[in-house]
């Protein structure tokens, strides 16, 4: 049986057995990223893995004739014309659709309380005075405890309805704001707005997909909105913030302090090149209540194997390559 062609790319970075998976399901050209397409290798293309920051537009699906389905082990497309790709009868794998493996995918929504406690805690601060030789906890004195704060969840969803849960754990207040979920526990409040939410928070944690309609949502007005000295964490995508108005915030004390995952443009082509020099991450090199990660929430090796795994199984379903021929 001739296996269908596959287009990978390196920097996706799978795990070695899902590599192996791979090669032994299809026919796979390797390139480093998509900078390094040709219009032969397009052609010749019926599987499409489909790294962030690059778009799988009309131009390079038109590129493809052979394409039969477009795979991304990501929970959201914006990199990927789905309306486009499904009018031409091309199948798209993305995570996204596929809501109860999802269910099984806790790293993010666990990280999310880990960027809550040592921001709230001032750990960093605290291990940075004690590595100094000094052993002194009266600095380091979080303004409340977790049980004395209120929550604010914007976006109910696979995220954020468990970061609901660890907040109820944690005996706070938990209010969220979407206006597609309806939650049936009685334990937390929906609120109309955006804006009460954030005015009635005391830890904001955001769990919105990145979409055309959601980009910038959290804006001057928003953040102005916000309760005096909140805090906010943001481990899903950077666009949904004004970088700006986001920074004012933090000057002016507006929010007491953030944690975030997720930079503005991190999936685009040299964005490695400008990070260094990028104001905010100048103001967190020189003030402890900005606390910053590189995108980790996803990363534990368990669920980047599951994650891809389940990527390349609806791939092969799409193309109703069966279990045993897998």
Not at 112 to 140: C, H, M, Q, Y
Not at 171 to 198: N, Q
Not at 224 to 242: P, V
């Amino acid at each position: 049986m001739t296996k269908p062609t596959a287009l990978y790319y390196s920097m996706l970075k799978y795990q070695p057995e899902n590599l192996q998976r791979l090669h032994q399901a299809f026919q796979v050209t390797e390139l480093p990223d998509p900078s390094h397409d040709s219009k032969e290798i397009l052609a010749g293309t019926e599987v499409l893995f489909a790294p962030l920051g690059y778009q799988v537009d009309r131009e390079k699906i038109d590129a493809a004739p052979r394409l039969k389905v477009i795979a991304s082990n990501t929970t959201g497309h914006p990199h990927i014309d789905v309306n486009y790709a499904k009018s031409k009868g091309i199948q798209v794998a993305c995570l996204k659709f596929a809501q109860d493996f999802l269910s099984t995918i806790t790293p993010t929504a666990e990280l999310t309380w880990g960027l809550i406690i040592t921001l709230t805690r001032n750990l960093i601060a605290a291990n940075r005075s004690v590595l100094e030789g000094k052993w002194d906890r009266r600095p380091f004195g979080a303004p409340a405890m977790l049980s004395s704060l209120d929550l604010g969840i914007v976006g109910l969803g696979r995220l954020g309805g468990m970061v609901a849960q660890y907040g109820k754990v944690f005996g706070m207040k938990v209010r969220y704001f979407d206006p597609f979920v309806a939650s049936s526990d009685k334990d937390i409040e929906r609120l109309d707005t955006l804006e009460e939410l954030v005015a009635t928070s005391d830890i904001i944690t955001i769990h919105v997909p990145h979409e055309p309609e959601t980009e910038g949502m959290f804006n001057q007005d928003i953040f102005s909105s916000c309760k005096q000295g909140a805090y906010l964490i943001n481990t899903a995508r950077g666009e949904l913030i004004d970088w700006g108005a986001f920074l004012s915030a933090l000057k002016n004390g507006r929010l007491a302090g953030a944690a975030i995952d997720v930079f503005e443009g991190e999936f685009q082509p040299g964005f490695q090149d400008t990070f260094y020099d990028h104001p905010v991450l100048e103001y967190a090199r020189n003030n402890d209540n900005l606390f910053i990660t590189p995108h980790i929430g996803g990363s534990t090796v368990d669920a980047w194997r599951k994650t891809e795994g389940h990527t390349i199984d609806m791939a092969l379903d799409f193309l109703n390559i069966k279990e045993e021929e897998k």
